[in-house]
């Protein structure tokens, strides 16, 4: 009886920290704000200064105030990458935009102050939208896993399938090796800078998707058994990571990882919710530094292949370090905010409203010579239409830009709003049907679309992806009941 007594004052102790915690943070977010309004309601850009900080205020306190913290939750990761919209913001106006490729190389009709002001209100606007769709929608119970049985997805199906589907991918990735470095793996990687231009006169990468799906199934398998991850497992992982990586894209390679994570991690949170988000912060910190060390590899890559210089030099290291700044912030790896002010200048004379047609953009990666989508990407018309002449490739506009680019304000309005209805459903229909077909399906649209939705558009979509796993999904199924019926 007297352990139960301090169990339960125990408990309202740290409750009551708990409750303590939070209002200390509200109370310091409300000073920051305050703060803010202090030192900057003089200048020119008080307005983006301050609607930033209330910003970050909203979306800290949402996550304060979560009763339950599910990392991999279409609205908490949407809100992850919203939130770098302050950062960035921050980041153009301390350095007073010098640098900045996109908003110095074109000219405004309107004051530039101005709109920079209007789009800080339209990033806030725009996520309150969001967060009252989210939060209009009742949350759903959870039901309890069910992934599929031995019947629906044999034993024998899967690995006879992994075993084609890595032979696959090994074999696509050794034919890229082949024609773009002459078989050696070294010098393949080395050039990882200029992957996206050799594949302009050859190569394919639609092999890969095999190597991943193939993860997912291994995944699956091994947690439907109930085993220990072994060391052929990591190095299936680590051959699959590898072949992304030397496409030369970050997010994707990282977007990978966390899929797999995420398998693992919705499968194993029944259990004890509280350690599985422990060991996600672990791994998200390793992810952190894993990405890091990518950029450095890849920045070196670059400089190999542009200047042929060698890449042993403290002062390249440090040229890297003060260059990594300037690349996550003026360079699409966040939120873009600096070409916001150009879409509200001159969108609508120079674009015309789009009246929803680039929601579907997505759809254009399906064109073939039966179906031809020809959907406008706002990312297409933004680089064509204003910055041509800048280096790179396409260029998102923003969650809140593309929404203003299809309907002006009315779309920042009613489409982010819908944005966040439309997190809401798909989690409750995840929590109502777990099986491993929707765990896949849900981490797809979660990581590759609400995740990236802040600085991205609709052409990013992950409908091929998610198109390729169904099919081998489909032909593992129907593979299983012909094993299981013989």
């Given at each position: 009886?007297?352990?139960d007594k301090e169990m339960e004052t125990?408990?309202?102790?740290?409750?009551?920290?708990?409750?303590?915690?939070?209002?200390?943070?509200?109370?310091?977010?409300?000073?920051?704000?305050?703060?803010?309004?202090?030192?900057?309601?003089?200048?020119?850009?008080?307005?983006?200064?301050?609607?930033?900080?209330?910003?970050?205020?909203?979306?800290?306190?949402?996550?304060?105030?979560?009763?339950?913290?599910?990392?991999?939750?279409?609205?908490?990761?949407?809100?992850?990458?919203?939130?770098?919209?302050?950062?960035?913001?921050?980041?153009?106006?301390?350095?007073?935009?010098?640098?900045?490729?996109?908003?110095?190389?074109?000219?405004?009709?309107?004051?530039?102050?101005?709109?920079?002001?209007?789009?800080?209100?339209?990033?806030?606007?725009?996520?309150?939208?969001?967060?009252?769709?989210?939060?209009?929608?009742?949350?759903?119970?959870?039901?309890?896993?069910?992934?599929?049985?031995?019947?629906?997805?044999?034993?024998?199906?899967?690995?006879?399938?992994?075993?084609?589907?890595?032979?696959?991918?090994?074999?696509?990735?050794?034919?890229?090796?082949?024609?773009?470095?002459?078989?050696?793996?070294?010098?393949?990687?080395?050039?990882?800078?200029?992957?996206?231009?050799?594949?302009?006169?050859?190569?394919?990468?639609?092999?890969?998707?095999?190597?991943?799906?193939?993860?997912?199934?291994?995944?699956?398998?091994?947690?439907?058994?109930?085993?220990?991850?072994?060391?052929?497992?990591?190095?299936?992982?680590?051959?699959?990571?590898?072949?992304?990586?030397?496409?030369?894209?970050?997010?994707?390679?990282?977007?990978?990882?966390?899929?797999?994570?995420?398998?693992?991690?919705?499968?194993?949170?029944?259990?004890?919710?509280?350690?599985?988000?422990?060991?996600?912060?672990?791994?998200?910190?390793?992810?952190?530094?894993?990405?890091?060390?990518?950029?450095?590899?890849?920045s070196f890559s670059s400089i190999v292949?542009?200047?042929?210089?060698?890449?042993?030099?403290?002062?390249?290291?440090?040229?890297?370090?003060?260059?990594?700044?300037?690349?996550?912030?003026?360079?699409?790896?966040?939120?873009?905010?600096?070409?916001?002010?150009?879409?509200?200048?001159?969108?609508?004379?120079?674009?015309?409203?789009?009246?929803?047609?680039?929601?579907?953009?997505?759809?254009?990666?399906?064109?073939?010579?039966?179906?031809?989508?020809?959907?406008?990407?706002?990312?297409?018309?933004?680089?064509?239409?204003?910055?041509?002449?800048?280096?790179?490739?396409?260029?998102?506009?923003?969650?809140?830009?593309?929404?203003?680019?299809?309907?002006?304000?009315?779309?920042?309005?009613?489409?982010?709003?819908?944005?966040?209805?439309g997190a809401k459903l798909l989690y409750?229909?995840?929590?109502?049907?777990?099986?491993?077909?929707?765990?896949?399906?849900?981490?797809?649209?979660?990581?590759?679309?609400?995740?990236?939705?802040?600085?991205?558009?609709?052409?990013?979509?992950?409908?091929?992806?998610?198109?390729?796993?169904?099919?081998?999904?489909?032909?593992?199924?129907?593979?299983?009941?012909?094993?299981?019926?013989?």
């Open positions: 009886m007297e352990n125990a408990e309202r102790g740290m409750l009551a920290m708990a409750r303590y915690l939070k209002l200390s943070m509200v109370l310091i977010l409300i000073g920051l704000v305050s703060g803010l309004f202090i030192v900057f309601g003089s200048s020119q850009y008080s307005i983006a200064i301050i609607c930033t900080g209330i910003l970050f205020a909203v979306i800290i306190m949402q996550f304060i105030y979560r009763q339950t913290v599910v990392f991999i939750e279409p609205f908490f990761l949407f809100s992850l990458m919203y939130l770098t919209t302050c950062f960035a913001m921050w980041y153009i106006l301390a350095q007073n935009f010098s640098n900045n490729d996109f908003i110095n190389a074109v000219t405004y009709e309107t004051d530039f102050s101005t709109l920079l002001n209007k789009a800080s209100i339209y990033y806030l606007i725009g996520y309150i939208c969001a967060l009252i769709g989210y939060r209009i929608v009742p949350t759903g119970k959870w039901n309890t896993l069910k992934w599929e049985n031995k019947k629906q997805l044999s034993d024998g199906a899967i690995k006879t399938g992994l075993i084609l589907l890595f032979i696959i991918a090994a074999a696509n990735f050794f034919y890229n090796v082949y024609i773009f470095s002459i078989g050696k793996i070294v010098n393949y990687f080395k050039s990882m800078a200029l992957r996206s231009y050799e594949f302009e006169t050859g190569g394919t990468t639609i092999g890969y998707n095999f190597a991943y799906i193939g993860m997912y199934f291994l995944t699956f398998y091994y947690l439907r058994k109930k085993k220990s991850f072994n060391a052929g497992y990591f190095i299936l992982m680590f051959f699959s990571t590898l072949i992304l990586a030397s496409t030369g894209r970050i997010f994707q390679t990282l977007s990978f990882v966390v899929t797999v994570i995420g398998i693992w991690y919705l499968y194993t949170m029944h259990t004890s919710i509280k350690n599985c988000n422990r060991k996600v912060v672990l791994l998200g910190a390793a992810l952190f530094c894993a990405g890091l060390f990518f950029y450095v590899f890849r292949s542009s200047y042929q210089m060698e890449v042993s030099t403290l002062r390249t290291i440090q040229a890297l370090v003060l260059n990594l700044m300037n690349v996550a912030f003026n360079r699409g790896y966040v939120v873009n905010v600096s070409l916001m002010p150009k879409i509200l200048d001159s969108s609508i004379n120079d674009i015309g409203l789009l009246h929803g047609e680039s929601l579907f953009s997505s759809l254009n990666a399906f064109s073939t010579g039966l179906l031809n989508f020809d959907f406008p990407s706002t990312s297409v018309l933004i680089k064509q239409t204003w910055f041509s002449e800048v280096a790179g490739g396409n260029l998102p506009p923003t969650a809140v830009g593309e929404m203003y680019m299809n309907f002006g304000i009315i779309g920042i309005i009613g489409g982010m709003f819908l944005i966040g209805v409750n229909c995840f929590i109502r049907r777990q099986t491993f077909f929707t765990t896949i399906i849900y981490l797809k649209i979660s990581i590759d679309f609400f995740f990236v939705y802040p600085k991205n558009d609709f052409s990013n979509f992950p409908l091929m992806s998610i198109a390729f796993f169904i099919f081998v999904y489909v032909i593992a199924h129907i593979s299983s009941y012909i094993w299981e019926t013989e």
